[in-house]
């Protein structure tokens, strides 16, 4: 009901009004007090106030400016027996409603009431309506907010995959993104293999390694089969009322909800992207599988990029060792030299804990680390007696001459450090630049040890093979001169727990 409030300095003509609104259907109150109406106003909510004039100018109407100053949206309708234009213009101008002059009915009242409620039901739909176009622009910025943050996200990404040649590193990227960006317990990447005709992971995040060795998915079966068959990418917000899925045998890391895009490289299947579990356990969203689907194709182009750029450095490499073993050929008292060399390098930088990759730098340093005799004349390679000086130096300069070769691979920076350092000594008295103690790699001080060990078990046209025993006595008496104590420590440690080692 429409609540009014009457104010009326002659009390007889205000109680009058609100007897006469009361009984049209109003919920009408009535003060004479211009400062009671105030507190009434402020402590109640009236919808509309009618009030008398009393005053000729401005300065005379103070009560409806502090009413106006409580609320600027109060609605007043003045009621008064001044009808100077003045007074008019004046009251008009303060934000009264409406203006009714005496001697005034009933109905007169009524109407301009009617008009007042009609007026506040639009303000009420007006203020609803602004409310909720603010909403949703509110809405659309976060919306464009995140848009925009989720492009740049995938922009930086981009820019990390592309600057990252290799396919494990691409791939590893990718899956670590997916897992932090998403927030998700499960990544997977799988591709497809041709020659075994299976989807095999690369890499993942939060799976069971059991399961990441075993895995091996034909076209077809279970999900990732049959997504891939389907070529489709897929969002399941919940796997157990998906009717799609519940025919297939899962995968052990498919639970809930889970995104599965496939990767496609010019038009062919390459692979899939598996997504599996909100930390929150809330399903995967519309904005995650858009998210996976873009990363997913600017995926595919990184991974093309790094199947060629691993074949390329898998093409230089192999050409290499074809040179490597044509030096173990021609110097035939080293034959297999380079492959003996490797063999107990990785024994000792396995044995001392070292990471994959400086694994996988040691197994081609040491295979390619006497490279550089290629550059050494044939007559010195294979002389039977003892080199002159000047044939020992060229013979010396073997290790810069194999750093040379390959330095146009850039990819082999550690590689080359360790081949021109593997005739350094512990105590500065090697070659080629004498080096000492920490300013040797850790590759080259492992290469190092094997080589001599090597060497020495090898039969030499000016000296017969030193036993093995022989050996490992002979790198254990240069600890701390040639070799770098540690190293000869876990050496002799490696010995005696693989006496068939080489044998
Ligand atoms: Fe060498
Ligand atoms: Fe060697």
Not at 57 to 70: C, G
Not at 80 to 92: A, D, H, K, M, R
């Amino acid at each position: 009901m429409t609540k009014l409030l009457v104010v009326d300095s002659e009390k007889t003509i205000g109680l009058l009004l609100k007897d006469l609104l009361q009984d049209t259907g109003y919920n009408a109150h009535f003060t004479s007090s211009e400062e009671e109406a105030c507190t009434l106003y402020q402590k109640n909510s009236f919808d509309i106030i009618l009030t008398d004039l009393k005053g000729k100018n401005v300065d005379d109407f103070p009560f409806i400016q502090q009413i106006k100053h409580i609320d600027p949206d109060a609605l007043i309708i003045v009621i008064t027996g001044n009808q100077s234009f003045e007074s008019i213009q004046t009251v008009l101008r303060l934000g009264v409603f409406d203006y009714i002059t005496k001697p005034f009915n009933i109905d007169e009242i009524s109407f301009s009431i009617n008009r007042a409620i009609s007026y506040l039901k639009l303000e009420s739909i007006n203020k609803a309506l602004m409310q909720d176009l603010e909403r949703h622009n509110r809405q659309l910025e976060k919306v464009v907010k995140e848009r925009t943050e989720g492009l740049q996200f995938l922009f930086n990404i981009t820019r990390e995959i592309y600057s990252t040649l290799g396919l494990r590193e691409v791939i590893r990227i990718i899956v670590n993104k997916v897992v932090a960006v998403l927030n998700v317990d499960k990544c997977a990447i799988l591709l497809f293999d041709k020659e075994a005709e299976v989807l095999v992971i690369k890499f993942s995040h939060g799976l069971d390694p059991k399961w990441v060795g075993q895995t091996r998915v034909k076209r077809g079966d279970e999900i990732s089969g049959q997504i891939f068959n389907d070529q489709e990418a897929t969002l399941i917000p919940d796997i157990e009322k998906d009717s799609r899925f519940q025919d297939l045998r899962q995968e052990a890391y498919y639970s809930g909800s889970f995104i599965c895009v496939p990767l496609v490289i010019k038009g062919e299947l390459v692979g899939l992207i598996n997504v599996n579990d909100k930390k929150t356990k809330e399903p995967l969203t519309n904005e995650d599988f858009e998210f996976v689907k873009e990363l997913a194709s600017e995926a595919s182009i990184a991974i093309e990029n790094a199947h060629l750029y691993d074949s390329l450095k898998q093409t230089s490499l192999d050409a290499f060792m074809v040179l490597t073993s044509a030096i173990d050929d021609k110097d035939h008292y080293t034959k297999k030299h380079s492959l003996d060399v490797t063999k107990v390098s990785l024994a000792l930088a396995e044995k001392m804990g070292l990471s994959e990759n400086e694994l996988t730098d040691i197994r081609r340093a040491a295979l390619l680390h006497d490279i550089g005799k290629i550059g050494i004349h044939d007559d010195i390679l294979i002389k039977k007696e003892d080199l002159t000086e000047s044939e020992w130096t060229e013979m010396r300069s073997h290790p810069l001459k194999g750093g040379g070769i390959l330095r146009p691979l850039y990819f082999l920076e550690n590689v080359i450090a360790y081949i021109e350092q593997h005739h350094e000594w512990y105590d500065g008295t090697g070659y080629p630049q004498g080096l000492k103690g920490e300013q040797i790699s850790l590759g080259a001080r492992i290469i190092s040890v094997a080589d001599s060990f090597c060497a020495m078990i090898t039969e030499r046209p000016h000296r017969q093979a030193f036993t093995r025993q022989q050996a490992i006595e002979e790198i254990k008496r240069n600890k701390g001169s040639q070799f770098f104590p540690e190293v000869v420590d876990v050496f002799v440690e490696l010995m005696s727990e693989n006496p068939d080692l080489l044998t």
